[in-house]
């Protein structure tokens, strides 16, 4: 009778651990990285659009800052053209 106590029973299931469990390993994180490479794909419109934003009598060192989104992709990272022309 006493094989088929609550005990026994809970036996034939159960198998005890044979080593003891690996160590997780640990990465410590730095903060964000100094440099991501990202790629930007502009259409002829989309660069003169950007490009008409400068006016004929501006320096050649003037710049402009355009903001874009950029997005994890299969090949790294991509700026989003759709935004950056806004």
Do not use: C
Request: aromatic share 10%; charged share 25%; no cysteine.
């Amino acid at each position: 009778m006493a094989a088929y106590s609550g005990y026994g029973v809970m036996n034939l299931f159960f198998k005890a651990p044979t080593s003891d469990p690996k160590p997780v390993e640990q990465k410590k994180i730095e903060g964000p990285p100094k440099q991501i490479n990202a790629s930007v794909l502009l259409s002829k419109w989309q660069e003169q659009k950007m490009l008409s934003s400068f006016k004929d009598d501006d320096h050649s060192s003037d710049m402009r800052v355009f903001t874009s989104v950029v997005n994890k992709s299969a090949n790294g990272w991509r700026i989003s053209s759709t935004h950056l022309v806004r």
